[in-house]
């Protein structure tokens, strides 16, 4: 008799906690998170560069809010990671699921198991944070969100182009019954030809997809220690000013809205 091998994928990830949103459409709101690790993009303002790399362990939130981390060795199972969010979710407290990272479609395998166990035990809306870049990975799980907040990778500013993965991303959003907008980081190094390619993509796809501007944050000497490239400073009023005028050409709702969590001093 053959012996029986467990084909059940396993995820790495960062960590499991209760927290405020503070950015995008969701700004406010009280959502769980799951931070998954592993990044393939290196953008010059990531504030997340210790997800880059899979770390040996994760913390996990005892109680929803409290800090109160334990932690546990990566891999993670499909099982742990639903109990972990079962014991996060006590009642009438949050708003959300929040799939965040890193870049979570890199756990798209994982995540097409999890994300159907997960609807059996709530009906938490589940919202996907990502940087838009890997449609073949969105179209597994795509059945299985609500929401979708991407990331649009100016290369002036991330150092990164992606526009036609940006384009089939947001396409195959708008197409499915999925919440969608388009968040785009602007510094004091924007190009506005690159926010001009941006409104124009999103408004082929449909001008009634609201697009976010978030002014970037300066990073922290800690935040830092990872990018090699200068510190990316945070546009001026005037700069945000022009910006906004010149996308409200393209879509409806074009909103500014700095990454909130932070002045709240939050995870
Ligand atoms: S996609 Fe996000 S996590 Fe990855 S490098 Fe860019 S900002 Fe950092």
Redesign the pocket.
Known sequence: MTAKTSTTPTARLIEVFSAIQGEGLNVGMRQIFIRFAL?????Y?????H??NAPKTCRVERSPGRRDFEIYPNPVSLDNLIAWVQRQNIPSLHDSISLT???PLLHARFLAEFLPNIRKITTLPVYLET?GHRPEQLVTILPYLDSVGM?F?LPSV?G?THWQEHATFLQLCYESRVEVFVKI?VSDKTDPADLERSGSLVAKISPEIPIFLQPVTPLTPSEQFAITTDSVLAPSPEQVLMWQSLMKRFVKQVRVVPQTHKMLNQL
């Open positions: 990044c393939d993009l290196r953008c303002f990531c504030d997340s560069a997800t880059w990272g890193g870049e940087s990331d990778k991330s990164e980081v």
